[in-house]
């Protein structure tokens, strides 16, 4: 199975900052990994697919970038309506398909 | 509107069982492959079954293998879960989630394998 670390595990950040997670396979993979964000109390949702592709309707702040084990995710500029959970997950050797273990994102 | 909505969810007993319900609408359900996510309280999101547009494929996370079965009713446009032998760790809200892959009258697309639409979720509580 391949294990997926994300980083950091939370983070506080102002209005406006750039905000970044990582995220690391434990094994080289192909562009098949996935970005979602999920408000408390909510369903996750699709943010970006097949590490920089945005998902229709996404704001334009969000994209992703990243090769072989190591992928990044990024809010250009955070906004209020920003504070979430963010997963990646991977669909490059399955099953299982697996999830990173999330980001938590706050407002400072 | 493309809709998922789940049902079934309740209280169990360790080794009891229990039927989770997805009812899809909004989109032709016979085209998708479909999913089960789950997610302890507190705790990251978990994949666990996904089914084939015609159910003739099925895959499970190995820590329900021989105990959870997915299936599906394209006639109903409904998705279940059937879950035996349920355990404390088994406790999470359930999400049924559509996958990206999709066949349509020509050709089936295997990729992304993304959830582009996931339902309310239904609480699923293992205790005695």
């Known amino acids: 199975d391949i294990q997926m670390t994300q980083s950091p595990s939370s983070l506080s950040a102002s209005v406006g900052d750039r905000v970044t997670i990582t995220c690391q396979a434990s094994?080289?993979?192909?562009?098949?990994l996935n970005w979602y964000q999920q408000k408390p109390g909510k369903a996750p949702k699709l943010l970006i697919y097949?590490?920089?592709n945005l998902e229709t309707g996404v704001p334009s702040r969000f994209s992703g970038s990243g090769s072989g084990t190591d992928f990044t995710f990024t809010i250009s500029s955070l906004q209020p309506e920003d504070i979430a959970t963010y997963y990646c997950?991977?669909?490059?050797?399955?099953?299982?398909?697996?999830f990173g273990g999330g980001t938590k994102v706050e407002i400072k | 509107e493309v809709q998922l909505v789940e049902s079934g969810g309740g209280l169990v007993q360790p080794g009891g069982s229990l039927r989770l319900s997805c009812a899809a609408s909004?989109?032709?359900?016979?085209?998708?492959?479909m999913n089960w996510v789950r997610q302890a309280p507190g705790k990251g999101l978990e994949w666990v079954a996904n089914i084939k547009q015609d159910g003739s494929e099925k895959y499970y996370v190995d820590s329900v293998k021989g105990r959870f079965t997915i299936s599906r009713d394209n006639a109903k446009n409904s998705l279940d879960l059937q879950m035996n032998s349920l355990r404390a760790e088994d406790t999470a809200v359930y999400y049924c989630?559509?996958?990206?892959?999709?066949?349509?009258?020509?050709?089936?697309?295997?990729?992304?394998?993304?959830?582009?639409?996931w339902g309310q979720g239904t609480m699923v509580t293992v205790s005695s």
């Open positions: 094994q080289d993979m192909s562009n098949n």
């Open positions: 997950q991977q669909y490059d050797n399955l099953p299982p398909l697996t």
């Open positions: 097949d590490v920089s």
């Open positions: 909004g989109f032709t359900f016979s085209r998708y492959w």
């Open positions: 989630a559509r996958d990206r892959r999709y066949c349509s009258s020509t050709s089936c697309y295997v990729s992304p394998i993304a959830f582009d639409i």
